[in-house]
């Protein structure tokens, strides 16, 4: 049993700031990539930025120099810190975590999504 438990979403005024969290837990040998997704209605997911196990970051260019994505190896922990958030920011945003389990091996999971709501 996995589980991959977002946190931290809400509704926030233009230029403000919301830090998003995602634990995984469960029989896990090695927690490998994990990255943020967002999805708003009618649109398709998209990748908004990933982060290796090694801490090397790849970002959105529609995100770059305002979100910063980290984790926290120890705790199976990913992080967005959103800063300077716009309107098109709205999005249900996803957890994906890359976890390597004894005999299956790399396996990609999905957290439950978070709701972030970017309005004036």
């Known amino acids: 049993q996995v589980h991959l438990v977002e946190s931290g979403g809400g509704l926030v005024q233009p230029g403000g700031s919301l830090r998003l969290s995602c634990a995984a837990s469960?029989?896990?040998?090695?927690?490998?990539?994990m990255g943020w997704y967002r999805q708003a209605p009618g649109t398709e997911r998209e990748l908004v930025a990933e982060i290796t196990r090694g801490g090397s970051a790849n970002y959105a260019d529609s995100v770059k120099g305002r979100f910063t994505v980290s984790r926290d190896n120890a705790k199976n922990t990913v992080y967005l810190q959103m800063n300077s958030l716009k309107p098109e920011d709205t999005a249900v945003y996803y957890c994906?975590?890359?976890?390597?389990?004894?005999?299956?091996?790399?396996?990609?999971?999905w957290g439950q999504g978070t709701q972030v709501t970017v309005s004036s």
């Open positions: 469960g029989n896990i040998v090695t927690v490998n990539t």
């Open positions: 994906i975590a890359n976890l390597v389990f004894r005999y299956r091996g790399q396996e990609k999971h």
